[in-house]
């Protein structure tokens, strides 16, 4: 799932395990949807985590990464959240923009 991890040694701070994952490639970003399992398998919560690959100078590649842990009692709260967000850009800041077209973006610095 996140090679990366496993090639740098940084695989000890894996200490649940995943149940299932669904990444989502989007341009040079990479979404990770993981559900995984308390220590004791008696509860379950999802990571969302974003990765960006990036050049470095002398050509190799690093990636960053963003990681947001959600708990099952959130879940409802963070949906509607979500929901209403995407929701208001899309129709107020995206009006006129035709699906699937996209707006100029600032590249990240």
């Not at 989502?24 to 979404?31: E, F, L, P, Q, S």
């Not at 509860?43 to 963003?66: P, Q, V």
């Not at 995407?86 to 590249?107: F, H, M, S, W």
Request: hydrophobic share 25%.
């Amino acid at each position: 799932m996140y090679n990366e991890d496993y090639d740098n040694g940084r695989s000890f701070d894996r200490n649940s395990e995943d149940v299932y994952s669904k990444p989502v490639r989007a341009g040079k970003r990479t979404y990770f949807f993981d559900v995984k399992t308390t220590r004791g398998n008696n509860d379950f919560y999802l990571t969302i985590t974003e990765s960006k690959r990036r050049t470095e100078r002398d050509g190799s590649f690093t990636f960053d990464k963003h990681k947001i842990f959600l708990y099952k009692e959130d879940f409802d709260k963070f949906a509607e959240g979500l929901a209403e967000v995407v929701d208001y850009i899309r129709n107020t800041c995206l009006k006129g923009v035709e699906k699937g077209e996209q707006q100029p973006q600032k590249e990240d610095f």
